[in-house]
């Protein structure tokens, strides 16, 4: 049986069905797992996406024909059956299940397996063959429980608060900024968001999501800047508009701060690991509850993860793709001495 799903210099294309997966390229028919800029782009003719996330992709793409499908609805194109299913990765992010001639492919899109306040948990989907992200896909990778990361994020911030400085969290506008909303103590002081980020949580709220009050600086006084905490994209970083706030601390909250010397060459205060993807373990328990004997890994660290499961008796190969990362639009990716470091780690993983 030929596959379902190949690799194409447009994208990730369903042969049967006729249509794309998060393509690079413009084409007639895509289906969309989330609204990430890698993953979602202008100039196809049909967009096809879960519910939750059409009126993020309005907001980013602007005038698209597009059409939104309820998580766990089934669609026909070409005979294949399409349904999406939740990633837990951002709101709207969905994992695309294709069923055709009783054969069932899952694509993940990017997924995590920790639920969070801001979107629907990832939901495992049985299949056939699971093609899956390793953004973070090295055994070093381990997150701690977000709710521990908020607790730090909030002493931080109150310690800040106490000795009369702003303090400056930095994290992707889409999704970690709402994300890091969702896990702050708004009786701590004011809660300001940079002009990237507060038209997103709008349509968070929009949604359903509970999300603290959030003002512009120039709604807040003074005075209270000095207890606030700024919520902003990395290339807030060093701008006029940040320095706005005098004497302030600043953070960063990505995965990647977990490797040493991210921090530093980031230049920041402190760093707080916190990713929307998922880690190791996670990795290794959404492919097994898939119960799928087949694998293909994407965008991340593919040739480990491939041995890895190969090892474990599963059919692993790669599928090169152009899908960058959105947490390395938050950091600088790791440095040599640091890859080299991780791909050691790597050679023994551990289940």
Request: hydrophobic share 40%.
């Amino acid at each position: 049986m030929s596959d379902m799903v190949i690799v194409r210099k447009e994208g990730l294309y369903c042969v049967p069905g006729e249509f794309y997966i998060d393509p690079w390229r413009p084409v007639a028919r895509a289906v969309i797992t989330h609204a990430h800029s890698d993953h979602a782009r202008y100039g196809h003719g049909h967009y096809l996406a879960a519910a939750p996330g059409v009126n993020i992709l309005k907001s980013r793409l602007g005038d698209i024909n597009i059409q939104g499908l309820e998580y766990g609805t089934q669609v026909v194109h070409n005979g294949v059956h399409i349904s999406l299913h939740p990633a837990g990765h951002v709101l709207g992010s969905a994992q695309v299940r294709m069923e055709h001639r009783g054969e069932v492919w899952v694509a993940s899109g990017d997924y995590k397996v920790e639920a969070d306040a801001t979107c629907a948990p990832f939901e495992p989907v049985r299949c056939d063959t699971f093609i899956t992200e390793s953004t973070f896909g090295l055994p070093i990778y381990r997150w701690q429980p977000q709710a521990e990361v908020y607790a730090d994020i909030n002493a931080w911030w109150a310690r800040n608060a106490e000795q009369g400085r702003a303090s400056i969290l930095l994290g992707y506008s889409f999704g970690k900024a709402q994300r890091m909303l969702s896990g702050l103590d708004p009786s701590i002081g004011a809660i300001i968001c940079h002009g990237a980020v507060e038209p997103l949580n709008r349509v968070y709220r929009e949604a359903g999501v509970a999300l603290p009050d959030t003002r512009m600086v120039t709604d807040v006084a003074k005075a209270d800047i000095r207890r606030a905490i700024v919520l902003a994209p990395p290339s807030a970083a060093g701008s006029p508009w940040i320095k706005r706030f005098g004497d302030y601390s600043d953070a960063f909250a990505s995965g990647w701060m977990l490797l040493r010397g991210a921090r530093r060459r980031r230049g920041v205060d402190r760093g707080f690991v916190l990713s929307d993807h998922a880690d190791w373990p996670g990795l290794m328990s959404a492919i097994k509850a898939t119960g799928a004997q087949r694998v293909i890994v994407t965008h991340g660290s593919i040739p480990v993860m491939v041995r890895w499961l190969c090892q474990n008796g599963l059919d692993a190969s790669g599928f090169d793709t152009e899908y960058g990362d959105d947490e390395a639009e938050d950091t600088l990716p790791p440095e040599p001495t640091e890859a080299a470091e991780a791909a050691k780690a790597a050679e023994v993983p551990h289940a």
